[in-house]
């Protein structure tokens, strides 16, 4: 579950626009992993870890869109978390990507990430790993032909958090958990820095493995919360049996996919897990009136089914009814 800025919300959905460079912050510790961070995207995701980032003492630079830099600049990142608890982080925050960093966080939603990039001049990096967390499986091939192949880590993270003004960060669940895939030169670095401010880290072998799982696991949940307009808690008590075929449909396609794929049976036990009011990400911008990210969560579903024969007729119709519904 990844609930997301929404472009209209600071994820940095329109073409980077000047703005004045941000005042010299004083410096910091060097951070275990070294270097500075950039984070494209300040929203639920991006927001909540460069907040945690920049507490743990690294430098932390947002790049967003204007009215979030200016918020950013005035007030900082205010997080009101389960987790953590209640705090506000200073980082610096810019329109543009003007300098050479040691990591790149990308948590845009897929529905703005082709003008987001824009902000990120591949030249700018240099050379820095390029860590996405963003729904689906599509956006790592088109991340490594504009950053290099070599400098994109596959990766996904399991949180409940949501930005609900410029700057200002709900962290839901109790738990932040980032899953990286390996081998990557810059895997190491990575982790230090994410571990370093309190986020769970794991190394994966399987980048396809890693992201498959992410989906099998988001899609049945996004689809019908957003579908139904209701919580986890009443999937998985008035709507278990359709939520199981949804499961089983998206463990089948990973399956064929990767070659492997979570258990049903343990797949509900993590959605009975959450908070029984979580609500996905895509229902969040289905309510806002915002675009969905249904190509990238079950248009992928959808496409991998056709490339290997799988019947998905629950997946088809929910899919269809919600394009419908846009």
């Not at 609930?3 to 941000?22: L, M």
């Not at 109790?174 to 190491?188: C, K, M, R, Y």
């Not at 797949?267 to 969040?284: E, H, T």
């Amino acid at each position: 579950m990844r609930p997301d800025p929404s472009p209209a919300a600071g994820s940095a959905a329109t073409a980077a626009t000047a703005a004045p460079a941000p005042a010299a912050a004083s410096p910091a510790a060097p951070p275990p992993g070294g270097g500075t961070v950039a984070v494209l995207g300040p929203g639920g995701v991006g927001g909540l870890l460069a907040a945690l980032l920049a507490r743990s003492g690294q430098r932390v630079v947002c790049i967003a869109g204007a009215e979030t830099v200016r918020a950013l600049r005035t007030d900082g990142l205010r997080v009101r978390s389960r987790q953590y608890g209640d705090f506000t982080a200073r980082v610096e925050a810019d329109t543009v990507l003007r300098e050479a960093v040691g990591l790149c966080l990308v948590t845009v939603k897929h529905t703005a990430l082709e003008s987001a990039l824009r902000r990120i001049p591949a030249g700018a990096l240099g050379g820095a790993p390029v860590l996405p967390l963003l729904n689906g499986v599509d956006h790592v091939p088109s991340l490594r032909t504009r950053y290099g192949a070599e400098n994109v880590i596959p990766a996904v993270i399991r949180v409940e958090s949501a930005r609900t003004a410029p700057g200002l960060i709900e962290h839901g669940s109790p738990f932040t958990e980032v899953d990286l895939a390996s081998p990557a030169e810059q895997v190491d670095r990575t982790v230090e820095s994410l571990t370093a401010a309190g986020v769970s880290t794991r190394v994966m072998a399987d980048a396809d493995a890693l992201l498959w799982a992410k989906l099998a696991f988001l899609a049945p949940f996004a689809l019908l919360t957003t579908y139904h307009r209701v919580p986890v808690g009443v999937l998985r008590t008035e709507l278990r049996a359709e939520l199981a075929a949804l499961v089983e449909e998206a463990a089948a396609v990973s399956r064929a996919a990767c070659g492997t794929a979570p258990g049903t049976a343990e797949m509900l036990a993590r959605y009975d897990a959450f908070p029984p009011r979580s609500r996905s990400s895509m229902q969040r911008d289905a309510e806002a009136g915002r675009p969905l990210e249904l190509d990238a969560i079950g248009g992928a579903l959808l496409r991998a089914a056709a490339r290997h024969g799988v019947p998905v007729p629950v997946t088809t119709g929910l899919v269809a009814e919600l394009a419908a519904r846009s």
